[in-house]
Each structure stands twice: as C-alpha cells, then as structure tokens.
C-alpha cells in the first residue's frame, strides 16, 4: 500500500520560509513524476511544483523564484521550500505521485496523494 506522508507545515509570518517534506512507503518500483499541489480556502486546487524520476523540475510559473522542489538520494522523500512567502501562500499543501508502480502492482500505474499539510501565512 502507498502512502504520502507530508509534514512541515505550519504558521509563518510574511517573508519567512517553510519546508516541507513528502515522506513515501510501499515498495515503489517507479513513478512518473512526484508533485505539489495547494488548495486555498473557497478555492480550487492548484499545482505547484513538480520533479520528475530523471530529476527534472517544473514550476507554475508565478512561483518561480520562491519555491524550489527537489528530492532525497535514495528518492524516497519530495521536499518544497518556499521562501519569501505571502499571505496568498495559505493553504493546504498536497504530495501527489503520479502513474506509481510497485513490486506488486498488477494492473495499470496509479496516482497517489498524501493527506496534506496547512501552510498559513500571516501579514
């Protein structure tokens, strides 16, 4: 069974920083890509960050500079540290592994996400 396990969040004033970390289990073999997403509140969710298998980062755009994903050695762990952080930053923050496979999968890649951690950003 896969899991995603985010933690890190919390309270910050404006122009601090948090990190977060995405914690994975369950004898992954493979994943596309792992990313993250955020949701505000009355808001739909939206994407983030991405980093690929072969490493490669994608950002939405109006966060580039700030936000910077990456990844553990062993690729068990997605990290986003966001710095220089705003009050439209708040919210919850979501890991997803995209099109997972493990030693047991038997059928079709699935897609994966954690339960997600608050971000809240103060003025």
């Known amino acids: 069974q896969v899991q995603l396990v985010e933690s890190g969040g919390g309270f910050v004033q404006a122009g601090g920083s948090l990190r977060l970390s995405c914690a994975t289990s369950g004898n992954i073999k493979f994943m596309n890509y792992m990313a993250w997403y955020r949701q505000a509140p009355g808001k739909e969710r939206e994407f983030v960050a991405l980093i690929t298998s072969a490493g490669r980062t994608t950002y939405e755009d109006s966060l580039k500079g700030r936000f910077t994903i990456s990844r553990d050695n062993a690729k068990t762990t997605v990290y986003l540290e966001m710095s220089s952080l705003k009050p439209e930053d708040t919210g919850v923050y979501y890991c997803?592994?995209?099109?997972?496979?493990?030693?047991?999968?038997?059928?079709?890649?699935?897609?994966?996400w954690g339960q997600g951690t608050q971000v809240t950003v103060s003025s």
């Open positions: 997803h592994a995209n099109k997972v496979i493990t030693t047991t999968t038997d059928g079709p890649p699935l897609d994966y």
